[in-house]
């Protein structure tokens, strides 16, 4: 475990390596593993923040922790006080610090909103090179400006987090509907405060079809009368299909998607048992498929074989988008006509105090949205312009009052990207904070993908 020293040390460390570099070609982070689904293109420098990795700390209902740990290693430094982080996304090697300049999110998310309302404070290196503490009082127009920043505004150093207490288990039931419209009701009843008891801790959804929808209710428990494993031969999101209800510790609550990066790994064959059986389970991980995913976006071996056989081509549709829920139907509606994806991912979300603005992503604290996942690709008819399915996603989701996350291929035009993502408030922290422009724009790293 690092010390402050440790940490105080890495700072000094890392202001002079960005000191040293050079004006000119834009600054990134020098790191093995991602997340995120953009190719990047032009020049860079990078900053080695491999210091920047551990928890300092664990207390009573808070923890402080470097923001370039990955939460599997936040989770197993917090689950044996019993207490874990109140949002824990869904991969093991997403950061802390990525979370909260992107946008985290989970089945807590209902009553927890996203990663960035549970800090309480985090150290912030600045375009400019300073290391800035923020809050909700102090540098609280970079604190409330920083989600949704990927990076453009700075990077978090050290965050300071707010931890909620777990149970040993959590005890699943799956919830069959007919339709997304039912699968909205079992959903809005669950997460609405003033509806009546809160009768979950947790809440997801697997679309499959339009007459196919699950609603995954979780449920803290002291004992369970038997435990599935999804880390081996048995695939988690089959089992919505297959079980009524399940029982999983907490830790494999919480990475119960991250083996087959949710149903990704169909993509390379992995789920067939056959094949699966030779796999030891040390490669059933996320990054492991990421990794694969990245070779071909850079070799693109598999799409100049597709080509010699004559197969069409498709359009990678990687998309997380975020409706209210009165909007989940007529999205979903759209959706199973335009695109040939399943399974979805439904994760309801609510923003967890009214009283903070987060500048860059404003939420209706009021409103209870539905976020929806797809991660998959469409064939193209000859022609047919390769962004095609994303523009119709990214249409859609403006017209039903919702926002989309920047992880990945976008294609707003600049005055339109700026009206949604609030550019007036980000011109003046980008001036206030990288005057120099030494990291690149949020719509130049987002939508231009350089």
């Not at 017209?399 to 700026?418: A, C, I, M, Q």
């Not at 993502?421 to 690149?440: E, F, I």
Request: glycine content about 8%.
């Amino acid at each position: 475990m690092p010390t402050r020293a440790d940490y105080d040390a890495a700072v000094a460390e890392l202001r002079g390596q960005l000191a040293a570099l050079p004006l000119g070609a834009p600054i990134r982070l020098g790191k093995k593993t991602s997340n995120l689904f953009r190719t990047r293109s032009g020049p860079s420098q990078r900053l080695d923040v491999s210091a920047f990795r551990g928890v300092l700390s664990v207390g009573d209902g808070v923890a402080d922790v470097l923001g370039m740990t990955t939460y599997e290693a936040l989770v197993d430094a917090t689950l044996p006080s019993g207490q874990m982080p109140l949002v824990v996304p869904q991969l093991k090697t997403i950061t802390l610090g990525g979370a909260v300049t992107g946008l985290g999110i989970e089945s807590s998310s209902f009553r927890n909103g996203t990663p960035h309302e549970s800090v309480l404070e985090m150290d912030i290196l600045t375009g400019d090179g300073q290391v800035l503490t923020c809050s909700r009082t102090h540098n609280a127009d970079l604190f409330h400006g920083f989600p949704n920043s990927y990076g453009t505004l700075g990077y978090a150093l050290r965050l300071r987090i707010e931890l909620e207490p777990t149970s040993p288990y959590v005890h699943l039931e799956h919830v069959r509907c007919g339709s997304v419209g039912d699968a909205v009701e079992v959903m809005r009843r669950h997460c609405t405060p003033g509806t009546g008891p809160r009768t979950a801790d947790f809440v997801d959804g697997t679309w499959f079809s339009p007459t196919e929808v699950y609603v995954t209710l979780g449920r803290w428990a002291d004992r369970a009368p038997l435990l599935s494993d999804y880390t081996g031969m048995a695939v988690y999101y089959r089992s919505v299909q297959e079980r009524r209800e399940d029982w999983l510790t907490v830790r494999d609550y919480l990475w119960r998607w991250d083996t087959d990066w949710f149903w990704c790994s169909r993509a390379f064959g992995v789920q067939n048992p056959a094949v699966r059986r030779w796999i030891p389970r040390r490669y059933l991980r996320s990054d492991i498929w990421w990794k694969l995913v990245a070779f071909e976006q850079k070799h693109r071996w598999k799409t100049r074989y597709d080509r010699r056989k004559g197969r069409p081509e498709r359009e990678e549709v990687v998309q997380d988008i975020e409706v209210p829920i009165d909007n989940l139907p007529a999205f979903m509606d759209v959706f199973a006509r335009e695109l040939e994806i399943e399974p979805v991912w439904f994760c309801p979300l609510r923003q967890r105090c009214a009283e903070d603005v987060w500048e860059l992503y404003r939420m209706d604290p009021d409103t209870l949205y539905v976020n929806v996942g797809f991660w998959s690709s469409v064939t193209l008819e000859p022609g047919e312009d390769p962004s095609t399915h994303n523009r119709i996603i990214e249409t859609l989701v403006d017209v039903l009052g919702g926002r989309k996350s920047l992880y990945s291929t976008s294609y707003y035009e600049p005055n339109h990207f700026w009206r949604l993502y609030n550019g007036p408030t980000y011109d003046v922290l980008k001036k206030t904070y990288d005057p120099d422009s030494r990291l690149l724009d949020l719509y130049a790293k987002c939508v231009q993908r350089r």
